[in-house]
């Protein structure tokens, strides 16, 4: 028996149809810190996809600060979107004696054309400490609405698990077409960044 929806075939004898989208993930781009400024994805943002997902793996800083991004409407010749955003994280200590859920004043802009901080807080260098997470920008492509933008990266501090949402917009209507990350200072000791579309 076929399940068919607005005259379209969506299973039929158990199989999902051939012509039914599933949201799959297509890996695009890989890039692999090593003592790196950044790592920017110069292509393959464009209107194939109507997302587009970073998975961040094993993000080691060369210096204590914050992990972060900016955007681009020229190819990754300029990274000055202005961009709209909320902040906050959760935290809990190794001796479960201190535990917090705070919104980030200093990690949220309003209209700021620089460096977005994802995270809850500012990385150190121990060699066991690491970050890694999410983001995905919706519809970047789009010429007639802004960019919006979620994110979540958890990582160790010193005797914390701390876990950070950042969500936002990025306040153009033309195509964005880069997306760079970088540290807040120092550089991206380490660490994988997977680009994939949304099929």
Do not use: W
């Not at 989208?21 to 692999?32: F, R």
């Not at 902040?87 to 705070?102: I, Q």
């Not at 802009?109 to 620089?114: D, I, K, N, P, R």
């Amino acid at each position: 028996m076929a399940v068919v929806s607005s005259g379209t075939t969506l299973i039929d004898n158990g199989t999902l149809d051939a012509g039914v989208p599933t949201g799959k993930l297509i890996l695009l781009s890989t890039q692999t810190a090593s003592s790196s400024a950044n790592l920017s994805f110069t292509s393959g943002i464009d209107s194939t996809y109507d997302s587009y997902v970073f998975k961040l793996y094993n993000i080691h800083a060369s210096a204590s600060a914050s992990f972060g991004i900016n955007f681009s409407v020229d190819g990754g010749s300029n990274y000055n979107v202005a961009k709209t955003t909320t902040s906050f994280y959760s935290a809990h200590n190794e001796a479960d004696s201190s535990t917090n859920l705070s919104y980030r004043t200093a990690y949220d802009l309003a209209q700021g054309t620089g460096f977005a901080p994802l995270g809850g807080d500012t990385m150190s260098t121990n060699n066991d400490e690491c970050g890694d997470g999410e983001l995905i920008l919706y519809a970047p492509s789009s010429t007639v609405f802004v960019k919006h933008f979620i994110s979540r990266f958890t990582a160790h501090y010193p005797t914390f698990a701390m876990d950070g949402f950042t969500s936002g917009y990025g306040n153009t209507t033309s195509s964005i077409d880069a997306v760079r990350f970088q540290m807040s200072s120092g550089n991206i000791d380490s660490g994988t960044i997977k680009m994939y579309g949304v099929g």
